[in-house]
């Protein structure tokens, strides 16, 4: 990649011309220090719809380096940006602070060859009284959907990180072959389900002009037997209720940009999976029905998020065993090797994009949870909550017993002790912002 580092002008022009509607590659090129093997191919991709660029290299390239970014354009294969030019800046700088190479500037340096700072070459307040912040879909990257899970999802920032990364590589791609399939193992009650809920309205709030994803949630609890595949699917014409509708292909036929729960899949009948296979794997679910002249509804843009608790003792006892909470290659081999030992089949093991891992909640954790959940269970009665006692926090956990069930119980318990102090500052019009004290007596007081 050096030749790229340092590359003037008009190679870079010369590139994005070949690169645009099309996948420019380069055999045995140098790959970053600490890549093996350390020379591969790589190659430029450039969306003449809407400008993304994306960096692309061979598969099964290991990295013992320390950028985070090139271990991540490393271990996915491709890493996608907003513009051609944002793509140059990366090379220029990310890579070349690894290999160790600073960019070559051309004609004179000023300052000593110093780079110069944003508020040193312009004044940033008056810059900021005059725009807008753009809340259009190139302007969307991963940190900010991190950022805005973790504000949500407490205490799983590995399982978020390896999300948030996955979605918006999906979310960039302009003609995905397949959907997103992404499963969520661990204990119940840790943020696995919360998770998927809260993802498309985070979606639908960055990605304004694009409309963000529609959410439908599938229990699979649900679907034990295997005549309920008619309920996704719907029946054939000539069997029992045909033309009522099948809730799954009624859903992707409607909201090609979706994201669909399956909620606990170790419940439901293997036929009801094996209807999903297709879907998965091509990127298109067959409908018994004619729908616009076909039987065949596109869901690539799909996001399916499975769930499951099957072995997660297992899984966490062995991650925790061998170190690999942040070594996303270690996760893919353990969960997949568990699930198929615990007899989930093969075709539905290997068609998983990506596992997420969900880890008990932290006492820590929980007191954030208890925290964020007495302002929401406030809201609900009409009151506004902006600071929750520390002895209070003390005092729900300590009356939470539930150790093995997450979250949930924590739900339960702030409604039950805190709903009747709700009630009456609701109904004295006790005016916010207040602070919930007590334990027990409970009371709101108006913070002065």
């Known amino acids: 990649m050096k030749t790229f580092i340092n590359g003037g002008d008009g190679q870079f022009e010369d590139l994005k011309r070949r690169a645009t509607g099309a996948c420019v590659r380069f055999r045995d090129t140098e790959l970053p220090p600490g890549a093996s093997p350390q020379n591969g191919m790589v190659g430029f991709e450039v969306d003449p719809r809407n400008g993304f660029a994306t960096l692309l290299v061979q598969h099964g390239v290991s990295y013992t380096g320390q950028s985070r970014e090139i271990a991540e354009w490393l271990r996915g294969g491709e890493k996608t ?22 960019a070559v500037s051309h004609g004179e340096q000023p300052n000593g060859g110093r780079r110069l700072q944003p508020s040193e070459l312009t004044d940033l307040d008056a810059v900021r009284g005059n725009i807008k912040e753009t809340n259009g879909p190139h302007y969307i990257n991963e940190n900010v959907l991190l950022d805005k899970l973790s504000g949500q999802v407490r205490g799983q920032e590995n399982a978020l990180r390896e999300l948030s990364r996955r979605v918006y590589r999906h979310w960039a791609r302009s003609s995905p072959r397949r959907p997103l399939t992404l499963l969520a193992i661990g204990p119940t009650g840790v943020g696995k389900t919360k998770t998927a809920e809260t993802l498309p309205a985070i979606l639908r709030e960055l990605d304004s002009e694009g409309g963000g994803y529609a959410y439908l949630r599938l229990d699979l609890s ?13 029946s054939p014409p000539g069997y029992i209720g045909h033309g009522e509708g099948a809730q799954l292909i009624d859903f992707l036929a409607a909201n090609p940009r979706s994201l669909v729960l399956f909620d606990e899949i170790e419940k439901a009948h293997p036929d009801v999976l094996k209807v999903l296979m297709n879907a998965i794997d091509c990127g298109r679910i067959s409908s018994p029905t004619r729908r616009a002249n076909t039987r065949e509804i ?4 799909a996001i399916f998020y499975f769930t499951s608790n099957l072995d997660s ?3 966490l006892t062995e991650l925790e065993r061998r170190e690999a909470f942040e070594k996303s290659e270690l996760i893919d ?6 699930f198929r030992a615990a007899g989930v089949a093969s075709e539905l093991v290997g068609r998983i994009n990506c596992f997420l891992v969900f880890q008990p909640l932290t006492q820590e954790t929980k007191a954030e949870i208890v925290a964020l959940s007495v302002a929401r269970v406030a809201e609900e009665y009409g009151v506004r ?3 929750v006692s520390p002895e209070l926090i003390v005092t729900l956990l300590t009356l939470c017993k539930s150790d093995g069930f997450g979250a949930r119980p924590l739900e339960f318990l702030i409604d039950d002790k ?5 009630s009456e500052a609701a109904l004295a019009k006790v005016k916010g912002p207040l602070e919930v004290k007590g334990g027990p007596p409970f009371e709101c007081v108006a913070i002065s």
């Open 81 to 102: 940006f907003p513009t051609f030019e944002t793509l140059r800046h990366w090379i220029s700088n990310v890579l070349a602070e690894a290999y160790g190479t600073a």
């Open 313 to 315: 003792e297992g899984i």
């Open 385 to 387: 909550v902006e600071r």
């Open 298 to 301: 596109d869901c690539r843009r």
């Open 222 to 234: 649900e679907y034990r037997e295997a005549h309920r595949v008619s309920q996704l699917l719907g």
């Open 418 to 422: 805190l709903g009747g102090t709700f």
């Open 333 to 338: 081999q353990v969960c997949r090797e568990r």
